[in-house]
């Protein structure tokens, strides 16, 4: 049996969810991309107290570091690292390109041999991206990359690939390929819910040191 607390303000949409053994019993969502710091604390405490749960209970946090909002990421860690320590619970990282692909194969026919990559709007004609198979399994490793026509054609060529997430939307205009497929796909609660559960119940949890561990940013953060 787990408890954990789940908190992702790594895109546009927030949202937070107290799961039992992966499965969400609480959330609560914010879709104001500018709100999202002033809405992750009332949120977990609303979420708590609907399902009837205190914080002491709680057996991990997780977080989604990134990639995503330079600022969004922060918000998040700070306020998943805040808990861990006042708590004393262990804290998991998750990756966001990760938790939309989870979202995806969660809704999909498993006998289709489709890859996925979801993409993250990183301004201009760039994307944060990943390629991954039903299972989960790396083929891309989560990176940027500037779109252009001649982008993963020869992935294309021999697989037909879903796209999906806010980045995608580009790439729709760019490409024409009969391989390329669109979805439209946003994280969702349970599939950060059952991520988190599933590296919490790993046989050596890969747990992260709130004192060191950092946003996944990928490109430098930078202001002019």
């Not at 040191?209 to 990928?218: G, K, N, S, V």
């Amino acid at each position: 049996m787990s408890l954990i607390l789940n908190i992702d303000t790594a895109t546009e949409i927030a949202q937070v969810s107290i799961a039992r053994d992966g499965v969400v019993l609480k959330d609560a969502v914010n879709k104001d991309s500018k709100e999202h710091a002033a809405f992750v604390q009332p949120a977990i405490k609303n979420i708590m107290a609907l399902a009837g749960i205190t914080l002491a209970e709680i057996d991990a946090i997780a977080v989604m570091a990134g990639p995503g909002s330079y600022t969004g990421l922060r918000v998040g860690m700070a306020s998943a690292k805040g808990l861990c320590y006042a708590l004393n619970k262990p804290l998991l990282a998750i990756n966001t390109l990760e938790s939309m692909a989870m979202a995806v194969v969660m809704a999909a026919d498993r006998e289709e041999k489709k890859l996925l990559c979801p993409m993250i709007d990183a301004r201009r004609s760039e994307v944060f991206t990943a390629i991954y198979d039903l299972s989960l399994n790396i083929l891309l490793e989560p990176q940027a990359i500037i779109l252009d026509e001649n982008s993963y054609v020869g992935l294309l060529n021999e697989h037909p690939v879903v796209f999906f997430g806010n980045g995608s939307d580009k790439w729709k205009t760019i490409c024409k390929h009969p391989n390329a497929e669109f979805q439209c796909v946003n994280i969702d609660s349970a599939a950060m819910a059952f991520l988190s559960f599933k590296r919490f119940s790993d046989k050596i949890p890969k747990f992260s040191d709130p004192a060191y561990l950092e946003p996944l940013y990928i490109k430098e953060f930078y202001t002019r």
